[in-house]
Nanobody, 125 residues
């Protein structure tokens, strides 16, 4: 399975962006999915996860209350709506997928076998 993230860009503080992750090679409905981010010089950190059906979600502390993860299994896409962006949200955002476990509370990087290439989000002050 291949993942392709898109939607990043340059936005002013307080603005919004919507990231998308297009999945190909298999049906997305068999995979739990998530978004992570990595800022320069920092470790990759958990942003949000969603279960196979979309009935369960989990959000990381840094962006909780400002992001919403969703999925469209018919279109094989996972989306991340980000609002009220801050300069500290500047990072490369990665989508990830896993078909072994459907547990949104397991946020360990090693849980996800498939990763997209990342999309850059830059928030100016």
């Amino acid at each position: 399975v291949q993942l392709q993230a898109s939607g990043g860009g340059l936005v002013q503080a307080g603005g919004s962006l919507r990231l998308s992750c297009a999945v190909s090679g298999d049906s997305l409905s068999s995979y739990g999915a998530a978004w992570y981010r990595q800022a320069p010089g920092k470790e990759r950190e958990f942003v949000a996860a969603i279960s196979r059906t979309g009935s369960r979600t989990n959000y990381g502390v840094p962006m909780k209350g400002r992001v919403d993860i969703s999925r469209d299994n018919a279109k094989n896409t996972v989306n991340l709506q980000m609002n009220d962006l801050k300069p500290e949200d500047t990072a490369v955002y990665y989508c990830a997928a896993d078909r072994v476990r459907d547990l949104v509370t397991d946020t360990a990087l090693k849980r996800y076998a498939y990763w997209g290439q990342g999309t850059q989000v830059t928030v100016s002050s």
